[in-house]
Every structure is written in structure tokens, then in C-alpha cells.
């Protein structure tokens, strides 16, 4: 168990379970804080302990940033309701992954949110009226319409798993979107990027199956498109008829003539070149 502690956060990193005393302690050293974040992580928590209980969380209700990170005996999140004024939480891997997220719904000040190999009743987000950003990984989704009632919901990213229908973008008001590593995608899963009316910033990460981009005329805009490590990308003429990009930055993207000068089709000027990093 160790500590950080600055003039307004602290961090407070848990790697085994706390004593009473050791919890006495740990509200006493941090009852001024204007913030506190706590990293849990169990990973060697074994199974003759049985389930793990953070009630004890409860106890630092003035915490902005809770991170679970493989917390092998967790069964319920019903402790966050002692956390009301959490803006921040990363819930990671448990030893069932079956963790029910309707606990979340009551953190009306959570505005960052990551899920890692969590989504069991992930529609329980769309109660969160604060929420602006949000991180699903290592799941597989029938679809991502449940983003559409997040009123704030302003950044997006999809990494792992194997969600691959976006059609929810043609509805979506994301303005940042990032695609990363997610299975099997190919062409005609990235089509409905072209009817993300909002979007602004545009990532797309490892889709090794992805070759050519999809329609962006009616991206009116799009101003920023990342594209990392897609290693059989070969088409990106597209982009040419994106009203307002601004830059475009290229990286580890073989297929793509390192040549090629994009700054007639931007608002900008070439802003900088690299040989493993161009950025137009």
C-alpha cells in the first residue's frame, strides 16, 4: 500500500487488503484532500478469501478517480453508491467479467468512465447525465445504440472485442471517435463513418482488414484524422473531399506513398513529416 500526495490530489494505490487500522489511517491522511484517486489492485487475491468487499471505499467519499484494475474477488459494485461525487471511474477485469454495471447509474457527477472486459447491463450508462467520455474494451457488442441517451457524451473509444456495427453513428452526436484493434473489421463495418454528422476527430488504430476509407463529403466536420499501424491500408483518396479537415496525421501506414501530399485538400498547410510519422 503505498501514497502520493500533492497540494490538491492524492493518490492512494492499494495492492492488498486494507486493515481496519490500515483504513484509519488512510482517511486520517487524506481528509483534507480536494481529491483523492484510488488504484485497487488485487490480482493476487485468492479464492480463500472469497468475495472482496470495498465498502471501506465509502469511507473517502470526497474520491474524483476510482481505478479497478483486475480485481480477482469482486462480485458488486453496490459500494459505489458510497461515492457520490466520483467524476472518474475504470472498472477492469474481474475472474468472472460479469460484473452488473447498474450500480453506475447513480454517479451523476461521473463524467470519464473506462470498461475493460465489463459490459454486462452497459445500457445503465445511459443514466449517466454527465458523462463525456467513455472507453469499452475486450467486449463484443450487439450494437452501440445505448450511447445515444448519454446527453453529454462527447468522446468514444472502442478498442478490442469484436463490436464491429457502428451504424449508431448515423444518430451519434460523438465528436471524438477512436476505432482500435477491434476484430475482424473490414470495409464495410467503417461505412457508417461517413454519416457521423458531429464528428470532429477521427482515429483508427490496428484494422489490419481495413484497405480503403470510407465517404466523408458529408463529414462536414471532421478536422482531425489519425491513422495508426493499419498496416493493409491503401486507400485514403477519400479524405480529399472532407470540407474541414485541418490535419491528417499517418503512422506506421506502409501502403501509403510517403509522398503523397495531402495539403492541396486541407484547410492547413503541411504541418510536419516524418519518416515513421507524418503529420499533414
Known amino acids: 500500500m503505498s501514497s502520493e500526495q500533492t497540494s490538491d490530489q492524492s493518490v492512494w494505490c492499494i495492492d492488498k487488503a486494507p486493515t481496519d487500522s490500515d483504513i484509519e489511517k488512510a482517511a ?7 481529491a483523492l484517486s484510488v488504484f485497487v489492485d488485487f490480482d493476487t487475491w485468492p479464492d480463500s478469501q472469497g468475495e472482496l468487499d470495498l465498502g471501506f471505499l465509502a469511507a473517502f ?3 474524483h478517480a476510482l481505478h479497478l484494475r483486475y480485481i480477482a474477488g469482486l462480485k458488486s459494485l453496490a459500494f459505489l453508491a458510497g461515492l457520490p461525487a466520483l467524476s472518474e471511474l475504470t472498472i477492469g477485469p474481474t475472474k468472472t467479467s460479469r460484473l452488473d454495471l447498474t450500480p453506475i447509474q447513480n454517479l451523476t457527477s461521473l463524467k470519464v468512465l473506462h470498461l475493460d472486459k465489463q459490459s454486462h447491463r452497459i445500457e445503465a450508462t445511459s443514466e449517466l447525465s454527465a458523462l463525456e467520455q467513455l472507453s469499452i474494451q475486450s467486449v463484443s457488442l450487439k450494437d452501440l445504440d445505448f450511447t445515444h441517451a448519454i446527453p453529454q457524451l462527447d468522446s468514444l473509444k472502442i478498442g478490442l472485442g469484436g463490436t464491429r456495427n457502428l451504424s449508431f453513428l448515423a444518430k451519434s452526436r460523438v465528436r471524438t471517435l477512436e476505432l482500435w484493434r477491434i476484430a475482424k473489421v473490414e470495409n464495410e463495418h467503417i461505412k457508417p463513418l461517413s454519416l457521423a ?3 470532429r476527430h477521427l482515429v483508427l488504430d490496428q484494422l489490419s482488414a481495413v484497405t480503403a476509407l470510407p465517404d466523408f463529403s458529408r463529414a462536414v466536420h471532421l478536422q482531425r484524422v489519425e491513422l495508426r ?8 483518396h477519400t479524405l480529399e473531399k472532407a ?3 485541418e ?6 501506414v506502409p501502403k501509403i506513398a510517403s ?4 495539403s492541396p485538400h486541407l484547410k492547413n498547410s503541411i504541418q510536419a513529416a516524418k519518416s515513421d510519422r507524418q503529420e499533414i
Do not use: T
Not at 486520517?28 to 480536494?34: F, S
Not at 490535419?247 to 506506421?252: F, R
Not at 509522398?259 to 495531402?262: R, S
Open 28 to 34: 486520517e491522511r487524506y481528509k483534507d484532500c480536494d
Open 61 to 63: 467519499g470526497q474520491m
Open 197 to 199: 454528422a458531429h464528428l
Open 229 to 236: 499501424r493499419m498496416q493493409n491500408l491503401e486507400d485514403i
Open 243 to 245: 470540407p474541414a479537415l
Open 247 to 252: 490535419s491528417l496525421v499517418l503512422e506506421d
Open 259 to 262: 509522398q503523397q501530399d495531402f
